[in-house]
């Protein structure tokens, strides 16, 4: 039988718990998931301060002890062309027959590709956002708390936080 591989798409500035919420949830529908790491050429900027690199380590470390299905994480490039972005998409990642996004853009241009979305519910929004951690880490609030530790081992050895703040300022 063909395999149902998913497709996830996201920032991921940093990966957070409400991401990995949603995986959880497409791994009981899907034999494979693919993650893609939208923007993947920003960087150093305040609300996008990791690199493709980076945000490859988070997700790959969160996901190898508590996600049992094969995953595959490609980092995307913009191309500035939302009309030929899912095509852009599909060329680097591995073929993938369910999507499953809540972006209003994500799923307007794939389904005008003609590919159905499935929008997973919001977790705790509130607090599971990456706005909401980039803040509280320029704040000086906990933020730990809203990542996987995996994560938070992967901002405190590329001195995450600190390039947030100096990325951050002006002079
Ligand atoms: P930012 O605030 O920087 O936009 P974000 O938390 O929205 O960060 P993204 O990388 O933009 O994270 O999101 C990737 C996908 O994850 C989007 O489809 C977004 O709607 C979804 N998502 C983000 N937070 C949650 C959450 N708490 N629960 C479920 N889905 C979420
Ligand atoms: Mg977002």
């Given at each position: 039988?063909?395999?149902?591989?998913?497709?996830?798409?996201?920032?991921?500035?940093?990966?957070?718990?409400?991401?990995?919420?949603?995986?959880?949830?497409?791994?009981?529908?899907?034999?494979?998931?693919?993650?893609?790491?939208?923007?993947?050429?920003?960087?150093?900027?305040?609300?996008?301060?990791?690199?493709?690199?980076?945000?490859?380590?988070?997700?790959?470390?969160?996901?190898?002890?508590?996600?049992?299905?094969?995953?595959?994480?490609?980092?995307?490039?913009?191309?500035?062309?939302?009309?030929?972005?899912?095509?852009?998409?599909?060329?680097?990642?591995?073929?993938?027959?369910?999507?499953?996004?809540?972006?209003?853009?994500?799923?307007?241009?794939?389904?005008?590709?003609?590919?159905?979305?499935?929008?997973?519910?919001?977790?705790?929004?509130?607090n599971?956002s990456?706005t909401e951690i980039?803040r509280?880490?320029?704040?000086?609030?906990?933020?730990?708390?809203?990542?996987?530790?995996?994560?938070?081992?992967?901002?405190?050895?590329?001195?995450?936080?600190?390039?947030?703040?100096?990325?951050?300022?002006?002079?």
């Amino acid at each position: 039988m063909e395999k149902i591989r998913g497709f996830y798409i996201g920032r991921f500035q940093p990966y957070h718990y409400g991401h990995q919420s949603v995986i959880m949830h497409i791994a009981e529908e899907v034999d494979e998931i693919v993650i893609g790491i939208g923007s993947a050429q920003l960087s150093h900027t305040p609300n996008n301060p990791f690199t493709a690199g980076e945000r490859v380590l988070m997700i790959t470390r969160a996901l190898e002890k508590s996600l049992s299905l094969p995953f595959y994480v490609i980092p995307i490039e913009d191309i500035q062309r939302n009309a030929l972005w899912v095509s852009h998409a599909r060329a680097i990642s591995p073929p993938f027959n369910a999507v499953y996004s809540s972006n209003p853009l994500v799923v307007r241009l794939f389904s005008e590709s003609g590919t159905d979305v499935i929008s997973p519910e919001m977790y705790k929004r509130k607090n599971y956002s990456g706005t909401e951690i980039r803040r509280r880490m320029l704040a000086e609030e906990d933020w730990r708390s809203l990542v996987p530790p995996e994560v938070a081992d992967v901002i405190d050895e590329t001195d995450g936080v600190r390039r947030l703040h100096d990325v951050s300022g002006s002079d």
